[in-house]
């Protein structure tokens, strides 16, 4: 046996040569496992926490020989004692050449089973920490780390141990020296890590840091007085304590104990060490003396002590991390990444990542686009608190805190459950900084601006740290799927169902037309002049009787499913004082005209959603005082929103700006704000910003995270579910269970040179249970309506228009002036038309789910519903043909049948 185990050992060694010479290991991440691959046994000691000395690969079970327990005990060592990737590597090909094989053999030969269900099994690495996924309904297994990563020639250095780890960290120390540790250099090397098993999962405690070791963990220096009372006065055994004092010499005259180095060797290092642990004397208290004596020097390793909770839940793979566990050692620990190389995939393997921008971009694996930058963005926009002097040109707001990744016949979805508002999606290409395509989340716990220290003739430059980092939970949940439904609209498809089982979302009622979506703009500020003296006055653009007789016009045209937006209708206009109260605007007609604008509204089925603006201050006065009402910086100054200019994306510091409203504020006014709106007798409502603004508060007297300011928001929109129809503009994720309506979704994404495809992920997702339209058409980028009525029929939105009744020269000469092709004569027209031709379409799909969405070719894309039916649209400038049916130039074709 002993001659078999080595004859196995050299064909592993001859494999992995040849697998390297002939460059192969390009596949990574996921393979599909043999289907009568067994499952490694699971070793006994749930809820028992084992250290990474003791933790190892399970022995052989039942009675041997002695020469088969010494082989197998030898076997065992060489396992023990091999370097992480060296033995993925000899795994993987001692298996063969298929990756079924590899993947069922690395979980098999060197990893041990952490949890299983009827449809998940979770495997770990006790020398590596590297943790496995098995699906066991096809047998592919996703793996944290690349599992052939040591053959990887192009990473190198620090990329080659990051392929290795499960967690970056970002941090600096009070200089603001930015830094980087991986939990693979800086924690599984020294076996800094510990296991806690339990009934679903495992969990992982890093201590990752370059610990002091030898005698240099002991101060070189200890006061006199500190010595006394935190060291000797805690020692009881006189032995113990006169032990102690021969490793230190006392210099009367400093008063202070210095270390004696020459007496602290072998196993007299390890008892003084225990004697110090025993006595309280612990490394927060060490920092102190080494900063006292030694000029910080030796205090500044940074060590970060950081839980990780991998678990399993039904068909959901779960990687949680504990912000309020982790232990900083007075570093900043300012970025978290969380299993950058799970499912990492190689450069022979087929597909694409997902990512958020927009309404959904995939990325295709090994597109060679490396000249583009890597795609990193922040979910929901920027945060007001941290807009700079000049505005970064960014595209479309990342909505929807998913990301995913398809490879071959499997792929996986990843849902930010939470963390999600201090999170980044970032993705990129193999070729770059080593041979995979890779998608993964980021999250900022500790955030700084820089501080400009102005004095004498010189400038000094220094960071600010928020007073307060992020304390919760990073949650990141995994679903697998595969055949048909491993694809972007199966990952659309897994997280609607995730919302549905989470808040409960139910279908839309059928109606026999789709919704049209006008926006009416009600009054404006306008600086008007008397005798050559300027004086802020206010433009009535739509009275609530002309809005009536827009209305009515549109419901002469056929149209019965009209949802009205209406801005600008109280406190002052579009840019109103907080709404703390509710005064309706005279020079619209008053509560009076108001009143006959509902009931007319309500007696013609239409939707009437007056808006409001919540988190930004529009104008200063009211009840509003920026000192105390408005968050503040990192730096402490007021969150001021001027405008940016569009060409030099700098602030207009010349124009008077608005504010963001503290979460902190958010609670009362929104409670005053019910209280007076409900005396109007209204039963629905547009929010302005509530769906696609998240802003912090660094007040030093109470921060408030971006995380903290979304769960405020969830529990105001929770308090205004009274009201029978709510609408946001954006629609970030964390407000759709709140809502009836979304406008200014995005129906498309940024155009970033890295990704390759714009997908209608976002409105895959809400199809048939929340109704949706795009951005304003007569105020889109793109004002071609025959475009929009393709662009609709595509992604299965509404038509939406903003519009006002006076005349378009009102609105030049202000702040508005964008608004100028919004008359509405210029526009009704058309808008009839091309929502007869829409609703035509939609009309029978409207409570259907979108089931499949795909690319038949360049400019031509195919949308299919649960009942059957399919939309192609045409963009080319050319017909094509689909199925043996032409489809015309800037055309379309309905197919499929009905179920």
């Known amino acids: 046996m002993r001659s078999k185990w080595r004859a196995a050992v050299a064909a592993a060694v001859v494999f992995s040569m040849l697998a390297a010479a002939s460059g192969a290991g390009s596949n990574a991440g996921s393979a599909t496992a043999a289907p009568d691959s067994r499952d490694a046994a699971s070793s006994d000691g749930a809820h028992s926490t084992e250290s990474a000395d003791s933790a190892g690969v399970t022995g052989q079970e039942g009675s041997a020989s002695n020469d088969e327990a010494a082989e197998s005990e030898t076997t065992q060592e060489a396992v023990d004692q091999a370097e992480p990737t060296e033995l993925s590597t000899a795994v993987e090909s001692s298996a063969g050449t298929g990756a079924a094989e590899q993947a069922a ?41 690349p599992q052939d990563r040591e053959e990887d020639s192009r990473a190198s250095g620090i990329n080659k141990s990051m392929l290795s780890s499960q967690l970056l960290l970002t941090f600096s120390d009070k200089s603001g020296k930015p830094q980087q540790y991986n939990n693979f250099n800086q924690s599984v090397k020294y076996e800094q890590f510990e296991y806690e098993k339990l009934d679903d999962g495992i969990r992982i405690t890093y201590t990752i840091g370059e610990k002091l070791r030898g005698v240099e963990q ?79 020097g030796e205090a500044s390793q940074a060590l970060f002590v950081l ?148 004095g004498s003739w010189t400038t000094q430059t220094v960071p600010k740290f928020q007073a307060k980092p992020y304390l919760g939970d990073i949650t990141v949940r995994y679903g697998f799927l595969q055949g048909e439904d491993a694809s972007y609209s199966g990952m659309a498809s897994y997280y609607r169902s995730y919302l549905i089982d989470k808040h409960g979302l139910t279908t839309l009622e059928q109606r026999e037309q789709i919704p049209f979506y006008v926006e009416l703009i009600g009054g404006i500020p306008k600086k008007k002049f008397f005798l050559g003296i300027p004086y802020n006055s ?13 209305l009515e016009q549109l419901q002469a045209g056929g149209m019965n499913n009209i949802k009205v937006r209406y801005t600008g209708w109280f406190n002052g206009g579009v840019k109103h004082e907080i709404p703390s109260s ?49 968050s503040r910086t990192m730096n402490g100054s007021l969150v001021a929103i001027h405008p940016y200019n569009l060409a030099g994306h700098f602030k207009e510091l010349w124009e008077k700006p608005s504010y963001a409203l503290s979460p902190a504020k958010l609670p009362g006014v929104i409670d005053k704000f019910v209280d007076k709106y409900g005396k109007l007798g209204m039963n629905g409502l547009s929010l302005r910003d509530l769906g696609e603004e998240l802003n912090s508060d660094y007040n030093t007297k109470h921060v408030i995270t971006r995380e903290d300011a979304k769960r405020t928001v969830e529990e105001q929109l929770a308090k205004l579910d009274q009201y029978s129809h709510v609408m946001v503009s954006g629609g970030n994720a964390y407000t759709l269970p709140y809502v009836d309506s979304v406008v200014n979704v995005p129906l498309g994404n940024s155009g970033y040179n890295l990704t390759d495809q714009s997908v209608p992920f976002y409105e895959m997702v809400l199809h048939g249970y929340i109704d949706y339209a795009g951005p304003a058409l007569n105020l889109s980028d793109e004002q071609s309506v025959r475009y929009n009525t393709l662009k609709s029929l595509e992604t299965g939105a509404n038509l939406y228009f903003t519009w006002f009744y006076a005349k378009s020269s009102l609105v030049k000469g202000t702040e508005f002036d964008y608004l100028y092709s919004a008359q509405y004569r210029d526009w009704i027209d058309e808008a009839k038309k091309a929502y007869d031709e829409v609703s035509a379409v939609l009309s029978s799909v409207r409570t259907q789910v979108i089931k499949d969405h795909q690319m038949l070719e360049k400019g031509v894309y195919q949308t299919a519903y ?31 049948e009905r179920n």
């Open 582 to 630: 509710v005064s309706v605007d005279n020079k619209l007609g008053g509560k009076s005209g108001l009143a006959k604008l509902l009931a007319y509204t309500s007696d013609k089925g239409i939707d009437l959603y007056p808006d409001v603006s919540f988190l930004r201050v529009l104008q200063e006065g009211g009840r509003f005082s920026p000192k105390k009402d408005a």
């Open 105 to 145: 053999a690395t979980i098999e030969q060197s990893m041990e089973l952490a949890a299983e269900n009827e449809i998940l099994a979770l495997y770990y690495h006790p020398k590596t920490t590297e943790i496995a996924v098995k699906n066991k309904r096809d047998g592919s297994v996703w793996f944290s780390n």
């Open 538 to 550: 206010y433009q009535a653009l739509t009275t609530f009787s002309e809005a009536q007789e827009i």
């Open 218 to 296: 002991i101060p070189q220096y200890i006061s006199e007085d500190r010595f006394q009372t935190l060291i000797l006065d805690n020692i009881q055994d006189e032995k113990r304590k006169e032990d102690l004092l021969k490793r230190f010499r006392l210099d009367p005259d400093k008063k202070v104990y210095e270390r004696r180095d020459s007496a602290l060797n072998g196993m007299v290092l390890t008892r003084t060490l225990d004697t110090l642990a025993e006595a309280g004397y612990n490394e927060e208290e060490m920092n102190v003396d080494r900063e006292a004596y030694a000029g910080g």
């Open 307 to 454: 839980p990780v909770t991998y678990r399993l839940e039904g068909d959901q793979f779960i990687a949680n991390v504990s912000t309020e566990s982790i232990d900083d050692n007075g570093f900043y620990l300012q970025a978290l990444t969380v299993l950058p190389y799970f499912g990492a995939a190689g450069t022979k393997q087929q597909g694409y990542m997902f990512v958020p921008d927009g309404s959904g971009s995939i990325i295709r694996l090994n597109n060679g686009k490396l000249d583009a930058f890597p795609y990193n963005e922040a979910m929901y926009s920027t945060d007001a608190a941290r807009l700079g002097k000049f505005k970064v040109m960014s595209g479309s707001p990342a909505r929807l805190p998913v990301f995913g990744m398809k490879k071959d016949e499997a792929a996986f979805v990843a849902i930010i459950e939470d963390g999600d508002a201090i999170g980044r999606v970032e993705a990129d290409v193999s070729g770059r900084a080593n041979s995979y395509n890779y998608v993964y989340s980021s999250y900022e716990i500790n955030g700084s601006e820089p501080l400009a220290l102005t």
């Open 866 to 896: 649960e009942d059957g039916t399919t939309v192609v649209v045409n963009y080319n400038d050319y017909a094509v043909n689909v199925g043996g049916a032409a489809v015309d130039s800037m055309g379309y074709l309905i197919g499929g």
